[in-house]
């Protein structure tokens, strides 16, 4: 079940996530999430900017259920977590794969975020309510190191500092190829397909997005493939997977941006947060810096390529 409104000429102008805030009665942090999720589309076109306007006319169609009211977080205390690190204003945590980290569209339990109630109720104060605590995220399948926000003060900073690129956050990842060069910069704005608004894209319309990339072993056999340390200098949505696709080094086990082959077997996305360095954002005279190895299932995946 959704909605539907037709711009009347009083609201002609108004920016659409204002004008979906009125229509659903959700908040403005909420019609966020639905934008970046692909469910609001004007005239039959996916909305992929949230500060665009509507003109007298258009058919704003909004593709979920608007009349239930929002889902309340019930803290999960069976869902496993890997704690790394914990103080009084920040928890880091390595996530395992195959958890999404805040409810969303299909997930409305069972995430990062219950198990966090369930160990931490304080950050249901911090942040945004539909995801407490969170500063940034991890797809589903994507494992390791994750900053949570305990206190507001440090999740403000926490956003502060990831938007100025004070946080270095870097990844381990398995490509399909090798990359003609052994390092480099991917310096390519990302945005929402139109088409198949589950994927991200390569846009001029998009929003800047950089990474930086290091080969750190490459194999042969079955076929080309790339050890590679990825940075992210901006965190788009699907940023890696994304960049790397674009110049033609599909993550292995990637199904979304045509990463599963047969070649090779994998038992899920090879793509796992390995390390993140950071001043503390209370406390910076305090250098924090935490590593997480890569995982036995995709520790397997490179052992078989090391030995065929």
Avoid at 120 to 143: C, Q, Y
């Amino acid at each position: 079940m959704g909605a539907q409104e037709i711009v009347p000429a009083a609201l002609d102008g108004e920016r659409i996530d204002r004008l979906v805030a009125m229509i659903s009665g959700g908040s403005r942090a909420q019609v966020a999430e639905w934008i970046e999720a692909g469910v609001i589309r004007r005239n039959g076109v996916v909305v992929v900017t949230r500060s665009q306007r509507v003109v007298e006319g258009d058919r704003i169609d909004i593709d979920i259920d608007t009349t239930s009211g929002p889902v309340a977080l019930v803290a999960e205390p069976d869902i496993p977590l890997d704690i790394v690190h914990v103080d009084d204003d920040i928890i880091v945590i390595d996530k395992q794969p195959g958890l999404v980290v805040h409810p969303g569209a299909g997930n409305a339990t069972g995430t990062l975020v219950q198990a966090l109630l369930a160990r931490f109720p304080e950050i249901a104060e911090v942040g945004d309510p539909a995801r407490p605590g969170i500063v940034h995220r991890l797809d589903k399948d994507t494992s390791g190191l994750m900053l949570v926000a305990r206190s507001q003060a440090a999740h403000d900073e926490l956003i502060a500092m990831l938007a100025s690129h004070e946080i270095e956050r870097t990844y381990l990842t398995l490509v399909w190829g090798i990359p003609e060069s052994t390092g480099g910069l991917i310096d390519a704005p990302i945005g929402r397909s139109q088409r198949e608004p589950t994927r991200m894209v390569v846009s001029a319309q998009g929003k800047e997005a950089r990474t930086r990339y290091s080969v750190i072993e490459t194999f042969a056999e079955p076929v080309p493939l790339a050890l590679v340390e990825c940075q992210l200098e901006t965190g788009r949505t699907h940023q890696i997977r994304v960049h790397m696709a674009a110049i033609g080094h599909a993550v292995v086990g990637d199904d979304r941006y045509r990463g599963v082959r047969p070649a090779v077997s994998a038992p899920r996305m090879v793509l796992h947060s390995a390390r993140l360095r950071l001043d503390h954002p209370l406390h910076p005279e305090q250098e924090l810096s935490f590593e997480s190895p890569l995982p036995a299932d995709l520790v397997a995946v490179i052992d078989r390529l090391r030995n065929p």
